[in-house]
């Protein structure tokens, strides 16, 4: 029954991330959710390589979005 829901979560959360795929920017902090709910996923499931890939993928996005709102606060504060 577990392997099931777990078969059955995937399948959702990647039909989740093929429409954010088409309406988001890859960057987006949504797309950021998305792989790190599957690296969740697939870490209960044992499959410990693809975990990896996704959390990677989402590490990325967050670091990138936390570089462009650090960037944003440094002008903003040169402005006043």
Do not use: P, V
């Amino acid at each position: 029954i577990e392997m099931y829901k777990l078969n059955k979560a995937e399948d959702i959360l990647n039909k989740a991330l093929k429409i954010k795929e088409k309406i988001c920017s890859i960057n987006d902090e949504t797309m950021a959710l998305s792989f790190n709910n599957l690296a969740i996923l697939y870490e209960k499931k044992g499959d410990y390589n693809r975990s990896l890939e996704y959390s990677q993928k989402a590490l990325k996005i967050i670091e990138m979005l936390y570089e462009e709102n650090r960037g944003l606060k440094n002008l903003l504060k040169h402005a006043n």
